[in-house]
């Protein structure tokens, strides 16, 4: 389908944005970059959505519930970054 290399690489990066996620947030305990990490997920959720629209409408279709699930996710997320955020007599990592 004309098109679908271009849409094929947006997929690849915005696997590896979600691949990147899960070792920031539970390997490094990087809180807050995982956070920001979520937001751009969601970015690149929304171009994937976008340049399948393209091909198939279908396949964009698919995509909205884990866009939903991601967004919940960085909800998740952001809460978590707030709850441990250091505390006045906490050094900040």
């Known amino acids: 389908a004309p ?8 997929f690849l990066v915005h696997l ?4 990147a996620w899960a070792p920031l947030f539970f390997g490094a305990k990087m809180v807050r970059t995982a956070a920001l990490l979520n937001f751009v997920l969601l970015g690149a959720i929304v171009a994937t ?15 909205f519930p884990y866009g939903l ?5 960085t ?3 952001v809460a978590i970054a707030r709850l ?5 007599r906490q050094a900040a990592i």
């Open 16 to 19: 590896s944005v979600n691949l």
């Open 3 to 10: 098109g679908a290399d271009h849409a094929i690489r947006v």
């Open 75 to 77: 909800v998740l997320n």
């Open 84 to 88: 441990n955020r250091p505390g006045p």
């Open 69 to 73: 699930w991601v967004a919940f996710a």
């Open 49 to 63: 959505v976008i340049e399948f629209a393209q091909i198939s409408t279908t396949a964009a279709w698919l995509l």
